[in-house]
């Protein structure tokens, strides 16, 4: 004979999906799970076939119930953030090689660093000047950093969109930037 609980904990999941509501289906088939697991353990048959349940008992499956059931929704929202991450990085690198390679002539007008974080990550900073006086800023590596000084003139390569800019390389040439700004 089944008993009310078992019963409840059967009926819940069925509720549950045809309410469209995942908690309470989730909840439902844990306190199933539960009630199985407890049953084999813990619960005493008594003369006609039904289990007896202290009040105590029936607090523990409810708050391990509980318990569970809101683990797997952190869970899953964990493993969406981190795929949606993932997905955005990916994007991202995607757009990035996707555009186009621009070439220009420019000159290496100022360079700095930021230090930030607990640990000191340090970023590098150079902003150029190209040949129609207009300036563009990028996050550089530290061999770049280290091998370009200000007034350094050549070609730049980047590319850019929207506000998505990645500098590329540096071709020093002293002479095509003198050349074209007379």
């Not at 909840?27 to 005493?44: Q, R």
């Amino acid at each position: 004979m089944i008993s009310l609980f078992e019963l409840l904990f059967l009926v819940i999941p069925i509720i549950g999906v045809f309410i469209n509501d995942t908690n309470v289906a989730v909840c439902g088939i844990i306190g199933h799970i539960i009630f199985t697991v407890l049953d084999a353990k813990k619960f005493k048959a008594t003369a006609s076939g039904a289990y007896s349940l202290s009040f105590l008992e029936l607090v523990i499956i409810f708050i391990i119930n509980l318990f569970v059931q809101n683990m797997i929704i952190l869970i899953i929202n964990i493993s969406a953030f981190i795929i949606s991450l993932i997905a955005y990085i990916n994007y991202r690198a995607k757009l990035i090689d996707s555009l186009p390679l621009k070439e220009e002539e420019a000159k290496v007008l100022s360079k700095h660093t930021e230090f930030s974080g607990q640990h000191t990550t340090t970023s590098f900073y150079i902003t150029f000047e190209l040949k129609n006086d207009i300036r563009k800023y990028f996050e550089v590596t530290n061999e770049v950093y280290s091998l370009l000084q200000e007034g350094d003139q050549g070609i730049i390569f980047f590319k850019e969109y929207d506000n998505i800019k990645q500098f590329v390389k540096f071709i020093p040439n002293k002479k095509i930037f003198a050349k074209n700004k007379k």
